[in-house]
């Protein structure tokens, strides 16, 4: 079962620049992560979670690549890592690049 509150946590650049775009919530649930190919998805705990990214803990065995999907409850994301420790990885969701065609 998941649980979730909202949480205050800031990012600070050096120069005093917040990075964050949006507010994150924490999340103690689980998500799949596929890695593509032949693999088979794997299970992961997110630990808290925004519009646009969000913490995972991360398990013993293979490195997760930089890209890969995660699907949270019943929606699936591109994801891309932005920082890692031995314990956790956080990610960004990717954007669907949207092409534009223009009629004369």
């Known amino acids: 079962m998941a649980s979730s509150r909202r949480i205050a946590e800031f990012i600070v650049t ?11 919530n924490a999340m103690y649930a689980d998500v799949w992560v596929d890695t593509g190919g032949t693999a088979v998805p794997s299970q992961y705990k997110v630990i ?4 646009g990214g ?3 803990a991360i398990q013993e065995g293979p490195k997760l690549p930089d890209v890969f999907m995660v699907r949270v409850g019943s929606t ?10 031995h314990k956790h990885i956080g990610i960004e969701f990717v ?7 223009v009629k004369d």
Do not use: C, F
């Open 95 to 101: 954007k669907p690049q949207i092409k534009l065609v």
């Open 48 to 51: 808290d979670i925004s519009l």
């Open 54 to 56: 969000a913490k995972l």
């Open 14 to 24: 050096k120069n005093g620049a917040e990075k964050r775009t949006s507010i994150r």
């Open 76 to 85: 699936s994301h591109t994801a891309h890592v932005v920082w890692r420790t």
